[in-house]
């Protein structure tokens, strides 16, 4: 079954350019990756001057996305990249999560 992986930002508008860059460097190593279908990032603004982004992917399997967990971890670790870092750093708060589609 599809596995959809859902994560929510809300980013400081002074933020917002470093949150991009590392942003869109993810999508692009895991659009290589085995099991990846298709992703999308969407963006508003909250009224109070923060950005909310919201990232999907989407995943041929839950196997798929357990896999791509695990490179995206051995990426950070190959790049010494500390995800929580930077979120704290930022001041940027995330909500996660696995979503599967609803079935009609």
Same mark, same amino acid.
């Given at each position: 079954?599809?596995?959809i992986f859902i994560d929510q930002f809300v980013i400081?508008?002074?933020a917002k350019q470093e949150f991009t860059e590392r942003m869109n460097y993810n999508r692009d190593?895991?659009?290589?990756l085995t099991g990846f279908i298709e992703? @999308? #990032?969407?963006?508003? *603004?909250?009224?109070?001057?923060?950005i909310i982004c919201v990232t999907i992917a989407t995943w041929e399997s839950?196997?798929?996305l357990s896999k791509a967990k @695990? #490179?995206?971890?051995? *990426?950070?670790?190959?790049i010494g990249f500390n995800p929580?870092?930077?979120l704290t750093l930022l001041n940027i708060t995330m909500d996660r999560g696995v979503?599967?589609?609803?079935?009609n």
């Open positions: 079954m599809k596995q400081p508008e002074n190593f895991i659009k290589k992703d @999308a #990032a969407y963006e508003r *603004e909250d009224g109070n001057g923060n839950e196997e798929a @695990a #490179a995206v971890q051995t *990426e950070y670790q190959r929580q870092e930077l979503y599967q589609p609803m079935d």
